[in-house]
Nanobody
């Protein structure tokens, strides 16, 4: 089993920034591709960003491209999501997820391990 714990969410005004962290334990973090997803009330969970297990490749949803940056520190077993220029439509619960030694995946059903989520609220 892999345990994932997100942190860093909160309330921020539009145009502001937040950095989410996801700390992993229980498995060899450096062998897992990591993804960030989000789910707003009444909507399906959607892909935000992902980074391969080596850190050599990243991918972003069009809605966040140029504003969000995903990164990882394998020495700290942590993946990050830096979110800049936040908009009210970014309001959601953000989840990190892990899949073993995979290329970038945008389908949440392909990820095996999930965190409990952290709330991000952007006020206008």
């Amino acid at each position: 089993q892999m345990q994932l714990v997100e942190s860093g969410g909160g309330l921020v005004q539009a145009g502001g920034s937040l950095r989410l962290s996801c700390a992993a334990s229980g498995r060899t973090f450096s062998t897992y591709t990591m993804g960030w997803f989000r789910q707003a009330p009444g909507k399906e969970r959607e892909f935000v960003a992902a980074i391969t297990w080596s850190g050599g490749s990243t991918s972003y949803a069009d809605s966040v491209k140029g504003r969000f940056t995903i990164s990882r520190d394998n020495a700290k077993n942590t993946v990050y999501l830096q979110m800049n220029s936040l908009k009210p439509e970014d309001t959601a619960v953000y989840y990190c997820a892990a899949v073993y030694r995979s290329l970038i995946l945008v389908n949440p059903d392909r990820y095996r391990y999930w965190g409990q989520g952290t709330q991000v609220t952007v006020s206008s």
